[in-house]
């Protein structure tokens, strides 16, 4: 090997690696400076010493798309590497396990370094001349200088040296779980890399090292705007050389968990950005749905809301207005959740070495699961997740970012409008031919587009009478209410506890649902079900008002398997009513389970028709349509 | 997350004399051996927010600050210090410095709030409700006057002015009213329409704003330019923006239409208004959104923005150092019940003891001090490179950097600033002793404020 390693294996035996002292490959560490300069320098000696300590190099050959994880270091890195492209990739390989140092070496290097901190701030005026009209603000602290560059920079290095020990010290505390992970897998690697070539680092220089690391990220801030020290972040979260596909898993974990799965809950809470405190007393019957402690999730996202770097400001907002329930109903969530996609794919940049297309869908799937842990996902949303990841996918490989970018911006706006806007429309317009005068109509919740139905046929002037049926804890439906009584609509209000006696009046039963599946059963919010009983048993029709793109080919005869867990506190408290609340204080009782269902299924039996937007049919033709235009949804 | 952080740090404060002088203005007063800038700078950074602009009063404070931070954080932050003039106030501190804000939405946290309350929590109810201006409210601490034994009597009649009334929605999410100390002695105004439209409000006198804001922007820029004469941002632009929350005026809500058009593309400018209809209809609304409609059904013909209030939960710490009082409470408070505020451990590496001297819990004692024999330390704070000789006495005191006590002192509840001699056999009671003073040897003091005479 080169000269001056073996000059430096003297040093110590190999007991040193043990330690925890040396979180990056010891070889790297002592060429530490030197390798600062290998790009600049002929490669020669590099190839072999890349290949021989570290084996995953040798598995990436150049031409290989690198793993999904590592754009954030390639940005920084590619701006040292210009010169051997082949080497980058080897190198990238090898470095992925510690990117802190590697951000160290990019800030120094870079050319538009900033100032050194000194003394007296005053000396450097305009110094953020670049970002912001330069005059009375001073920068007085930056970001920056490994030690070893730092003597270079004046007589102000020493006052750094001084500062050192300390900020190395708390920031080292900091470490969060990925970043300990990163070490520790490093701290691996370094063993296997010595054990092969019986090399060991000098003590002197893994101290170097550890001093460098222990500033992670904040070095490259300095460098480069905000954008990069986000995706450095990124990277570091996610830690240290795994294998892609098991990224890939954790990027989107299994949509269909079994919570009762103990091991897999434990693995699904490590990778969890919102902490989950799992609710203690559930109803058996229903452990394998997730349900944890409301009230823990929101505080405990809202302090971290500067810590989420990789998460787009728009795809959070909305993950907090799921969890906080601010955005409810299947529509409004798809919407809003492609609103905020289209966002983060404006303010998208593709990191250099990647390739959009593999590193927007790793994007998307990461703001996804973090919307899933803010509340499962809904079938609509899940519908139009796959939307948006086909689109990603069948991109053309030639289109620039700039038009790749818009393509996608368009495809979603192109969905909200085509699958969303326009096929309510036509529901509308279908729906309303249904309507007579002096119906009375029944509907229940607040669906939108049972709503829209509703005003329509007002409009066009028909007379009819609606009954708003409602149920607790969430009173949606005193919401439409509002809003039918305000344009002048002659309506009843009650709660589902009296359907059966207003039955008997009604002439039609409109409702909305989340779902279709294809046995026909309509997935829709709890309760629907129970209205559409007693509606078939007094031998009203029932119309189910729902768009194609909710359809799904799952089939489902119960609403066991799969549904979603509500706040229990939110059946056992009425909000604002102390004097009725009997269940104080028994919440946490071992013999209480409460239990408070989103949705439920209702079997085609009690359905006579579905609305959607390719007309009116039986809920015996859902399949039809699922199978027949499921290519137009998602492949179109 | 497109937020910009302003510190206001201040510089000097009339209410701290004689602990602020010039040589130690207010961000660099130590708090348990630590200036009280650093409570707020560490807990930004533990939050991830290391891009600041740090607003100083004075050009002098300015580069002592400077110094400062540049000398403990740098490698950490990204500090960027701004020295305005004094005495214009904290609204004048943003006015001046308003052309560098450029991010969505500014966090502005006062540079002598001592807490654990989390920005990113603020900043995230900000974000959810959309809010134009969000406070950060918190608990009155109730501690206070029940511990501090003998200062607790001046601490009583002080109290009352510090609180500020506060009108919230039901919810507990909306700011409807505040009114700070002064406006206090007046009678309370609310207004009506806004009582209609809420229904029903709810005023607290036991929350205190906590001076941590996060703003709209555009907003903020409006109406600090609008409005010249406003000083304050707690006394006149916060209660403002809560004021007009119903009647937003035109300027304002322009701004956000703008800003929503220029957005997004209208391409379907039909289905657009479908699409917003859609999204509010799926949330419940706030009185804002109900307000705005009942003029004729859905048009949204009143402009409104949304005044959002956090609050604390009552475990977290906060307090602002705001008096001497206030300052005797929070170096108690941070090596007593709130030491977590603290990264580095409470007492210095080695302090030189004498035999038979005690140190009771809750103490600090900075590395380099050095004591006499039979000395007894209670719930106090002694600096660094402190001389204390033998028999002395501290009690619920603070005592700063390089002070020299002479034999058999007794200190009950004073503030000693840096450099203070105090010769043999002084008794302080309830004093604060200025920088650099000399007390002569047997002098006894109670209740008074010793300073050298600026010269």
């Known amino acids: 090997m080169d000269p001056r390693r073996t000059a430096r294996t003297v040093s110590g035996p190999k007991v040193r690696q043990v330690g925890f002292f040396t979180p990056a490959p010891p070889e790297r560490s002592i060429s530490d400076p030197p390798r600062f300069q290998d790009p600049i320098q002929p490669p020669s000696p590099s190839p072999t010493q890349v290949n021989d300590h570290s084996p995953s190099g040798n598995s990436l050959s150049p031409v290989m798309i690198p793993p999904a994880h590592h754009h954030s270091d390639n940005f920084l890195r590619t ?59 001073t920068t007085v602290s930056v970001v920056n200088l490994p030690p070893g560059i730092s003597e270079k920079a004046g007589g102000a290095s020493v006052e750094v040296q001084n500062d050192r020990p300390v900020s190395a010290k708390t920031l080292k505390e900091k470490t969060s779980k990925a970043e300990r992970r990163a070490l520790q897998e490093a701290q691996r690697a370094a063993k296997a890399a010595a054990k092969a070539e019986g090399t060991k680092a000098s003590s002197a220089a893994s101290k170097v090292v550890t001093s460098a690391n222990t500033k992670p990220s904040k070095a490259a801030k300095s460098s480069s705007q905000k954008n990069d020290g986000s995706q450095v972040a990124a990277s570091e979260k996610k830690g240290g050389d795994r294998a892609p596909e098991k990224d890939r898993k954790k990027d989107a974990p299994h949509p269909r968990m079994q919570y009762d799965d103990k091991s897999r809950v434990e693995k699904a809470k490590k990778r969890a950005v919102v902490k989950q405190t799992e609710a203690r007393n559930r109803v058996e019957l229903f452990r394998h749905l997730p349900q944890y402690e409301h009230g823990t999730q929101l505080p405990d996202l809202e302090t971290k809301f500067f810590e989420l770097d990789p998460m787009h400001p728009a795809v959070y907002k909305v993950g907090l207005q799921y969890l906080s329930g601010d955005i409810r109903g299947g529509n409004a969530r798809c919407i809003a959740m492609f609103q905020a996609f289209k966002e983060a794919i404006k303010d998208y940049s593709t990191p250099p070495e990647k390739t959009l297309i593999r590193d927007l869908a790793a994007r998307i799937s990461s703001y996804v699961s973090f919307l899933i842990e803010c509340r499962p996902l809904s079938i609509s949303m899940g519908n139009a997740i796959k939307f948006l990841k086909n689109r990603i996918a069948k991109l053309p490989l030639a289109l620039s970012e700039s038009e790749a970018k818009s393509t996608l911006m368009l495809d979603i706006d192109r969905f909200i409008n085509e699958k969303i806007i326009l096929s309510e429309k036509v529901i509308v317009k279908h729906a309303v031919t249904k309507i007579q005068d002096g119906d009375v109509l029944l509907t229940y919740g607040a669906s939108s587009v049972v709503e829209m139905i509703l005003l329509h046929a007002h409009e066009l002037g028909k007379h009819f009478h609606v009954v708003v049926v409602d149920s607790r804890p969430k009173l949606e439906g005193q919401l439409l209410l509002r809003r039918l009584v305000r344009k002048g609509l002659s309506c009843t209000h009650t709660h589902v506890n009296a359907v059966s006696c207003i039955m008997q009046d009604v002439t039609r039963v409109f409702l909305g649902a989340s779902s279709v599946l294809s046995n026909g059963t309509v997935y829709s919010r709890v309760g629907t079900a129970c209205v559409a009983m007693v509606a078939h048993a007094f031998r009203v029709p029932v119309l189910v008002c729902c768009e194609a793109y909710k359809f799904h080919e799952r089939v489902q005869l119960d609403s066991i398997c799969f549904n979603e867990l509500g706040n229990p506190d939110a059946i056992s408290k009425v909000q604002g009513r102390e004097e009725i609340n009997y269940l104080d204080g028994l919440v946490n009782q071992e013999n209480l389970q409460l239990l408070n269902l989103i949705y439920d299924a209702t079997p085609s039996d009690y359905v006579s028709m579905i609305i959607t937007d390719y007309g009116m049919i039986p809920p015996t033709s859902v399949p039809v349509i699922v199978r027949e235009y499921r290519r137009d949804h998602l492949w179109s | 997350m497109d937020f910009q952080v302003v510190v206001l740090a201040g510089g000097n404060s009339k209410s701290l004399t004689p602990l602020v002088s010039k040589d130690v203005p207010k961000p660099l007063l130590p708090v348990a051996n630590h200036p009280v800038l650093y409570y707020v700078l560490h807990q930004l950074e533990e939050s991830n927010l290391k891009d600041l602009i740090v ?54 946290v006062s540079g002598d709030l001592v807490s654990d309350v989390s920005p990113g929590a603020v900043a995230a109810t900000h974000r959810r409700h959309d809010a134009v201006v969000t406070a950060t409210l918190c608990c009155v601490p109730i501690s206070g006057s029940s511990e501090s034994g003998s200062s607790g009597g001046k601490d009583k009649t002080k109290k009352p002015g510090r609180y500020n009334i506060i009108g919230l929605d039901p919810r507990k999410q909306f700011l409807l009213h505040i009114a700070t100390g002064a406006e206090i002695e007046k009678d309370t105004r609310l207004q009506k329409h806004l009582l209609h439209a809420v229904g029903q409000m709810e005023i607290r006198s036991d929350l205190m704003d906590a001076h941590m804001y996060a703003f709209k922007r555009s907003v903020l820029q409006e109406v600090l330019d609008r409005k010249d004469t406003f000083q304050s941002l707690k006394q006149d632009v916060v209660p403002y923006l809560v004021r007009s929350q119903l009647k937003s005026e035109a300027v304002l809500s322009g701004i956000r239409q703008a800003e929503e058009d220029g957005n997004e593309k209208v391409s379907f400018p039909n289905n657009q208004v479908m699409v917003s209809q859609i999204l509010s209809n799926a949330s419940t609304p706030s009185f804002h959104e109900l307000y705005s409609m009942d003029a004729d059904g859905s048009a949204q013909t009143r402009k409104t923005h949304k005044c959002c209030a956090y609050i604390a939960s009552s475990s977290s710490y906060c307090v602002r150092l705001n008096s001497i009082q206030a300052f005797m409470d929070i170096n108690r408070d941070v090596t007593g019940e709130a030491d977590h505020l603290l990264s580095d451990n409470v007492i210095g590496p080695s302090p030189k003891l004498g035999t038979k001297t005690t140190v009771g819990p809750h103490c600090m004692l900075g590395e380099g001090s050095e004591m006499g024999d039979k000395c007894q330390v209670k719930r106090s704070v002694i600096g660094r490179h ?39 056999r002084v008794v302080l009671k309830d004093c604060q002793v200025g920088a650099g003073f000399v007390v002569t040897a047997g002098s006894e003091y109670k209740g008074e404020s010793l300073a050298r005479k600026e010269k």
């Not at chain 2, 004048?92 to 804000?101: D, K, N, Q, V």
Request: aromatic share 6%; with cysteine.
């Open chain 2, 386 to 424: 402190c001389r204390i000789g033998s028999h002395v006495k501290v009690v619920n005191s603070v005592v700063m950097n390089h002070v020299t006590i002479g034999d058999g002192c007794i200190i009950q509840g004073s503030v000693i600033c840096s450099n203070v001699q105090l010769l043999e």
């Open chain 1, 79 to 137: 701006a040292l590497q210009v010169t051997s492209p082949t080497k980058a990739f080897s190198y990238s390989a090898k470095t992925v396990t510690i990117p802190p140092e590697n951000e160290d070496v990019a800030s120094s290097f870079s050319p538009g370094r900033k100032v050194f901190s000194a003394k007296s701030p005053s000396s450097f005026p305009g110094v953020k001349a670049s970002s912001v009209p330069a005059s009375e603000l």
């Open chain 2, 55 to 108: 607003v100083v009063e004075g050009e002098d404070a300015g580069l002592l600050v400077g110094a400062w931070i540049s000398g403990t954080f740098v490698d950490r932050l990204h500090v960027e210090i701004a020295a305005v003039p004094e005495d214009i106030g904290t609204a004048g501190a943003l006015r001046a410095i308003s052309h560098y804000l450029t991010a969505k939405d500014i966090l502005v």
